[in-house]
């Protein structure tokens, strides 16, 4: 079956870094995607992934291992605005994204 | 770039009424456009995906009678909910992908009451 794990929940401190994981099982594949979703707000679009490799964008890093069917988001220099539900979503090979139930990350100050 | 304008944001229903949703792509052409659920604290709950100009897929579990969709032209789709009872309840939103890499851009949402 089509599976996707990332823990439910993690906190961090304002100014720290942050490592969310996210495996995935597809059938098939076609990138990994990373949105990022506020509490009562949809999703945003934050990162894509389908080399294997990491991709920077500003904070904002993603990391893709196709052979461990493995991917992290990593946010740095946090800030309070950062605290969100972080969605880690695989493509499959119908181009349809299978989605993890988000990761909660709370930052402190 | 890619815009994706979700309307109503909010709306209050009586039991029984029908409530259309509007979904358009505003600086794209979709492909195609998805609608989902999501039930506080929980994940997105895909319903069905929409090919402009073709009838939607539904997920399992999915009532097409309940909820039609209409994806009439490549930058406007619709979600109604017909006969909405209480149990509909939910933060229903879209998406919409121009193609490239399947990559979703979210409408803003609509929070759907029913009394």
Redesign the interface.
């Known amino acids: 079956g089509q599976n996707i794990d990332q823990p439910t929940e993690m906190t961090a401190t304002e100014g720290a870094i942050v490592q969310i994981n996210c495996t995935y099982q597809t059938s098939g594949f076609n990138g990994l995607f990373w949105y990022q979703q506020h509490a009562g707000e949809a999703p945003t679009f934050l990162s894509y992934n389908v080399l294997d490799g990491l991709e920077e964008k500003g904070r904002f890093s993603s990391f893709l291992s196709r052979s461990k069917g493995y991917s992290y988001l990593l946010l740095k220099e946090l800030q309070m605005k950062d605290s969100a539900s972080y969605l880690c979503a695989a493509s499959d090979s119908n181009y349809q994204l299978i989605w993890g139930a988000g990761t909660k990350l709370i930052i402190k100050p | 770039g890619?815009v994706v304008s979700?309307h109503p944001s909010w709306v209050i229903c009586k039991s029984g009424t029908s409530v259309k949703i509007e979904c358009r792509s505003l600086d794209f052409q979709a492909t195609t456009m998805f609608w989902y659920r999501q039930f506080p604290k929980?994940?997105?709950m895909?319903m069905a995906?929409s090919n402009e100009g073709s009838k939607a897929t539904y997920e399992q579990g999915v009532e097409k009678d309940k909820f039609l969709i209409n994806h009439a032209s490549l930058t406007l789709s619709t979600l109604t909910v017909t006969s909405a009872h209480p149990e509909d309840s939910s933060?229903y939103?879209c998406s919409a992908s121009p193609g490239e890499?399947?990559?979703?851009?979210?409408?803003?949402?609509t929070r759907l009451s029913v009394l």
């Open positions: 890619a979700q929980q994940s997105l895909l995906t933060f939103i890499a399947g990559i979703q851009y979210f409408g803003a949402g």
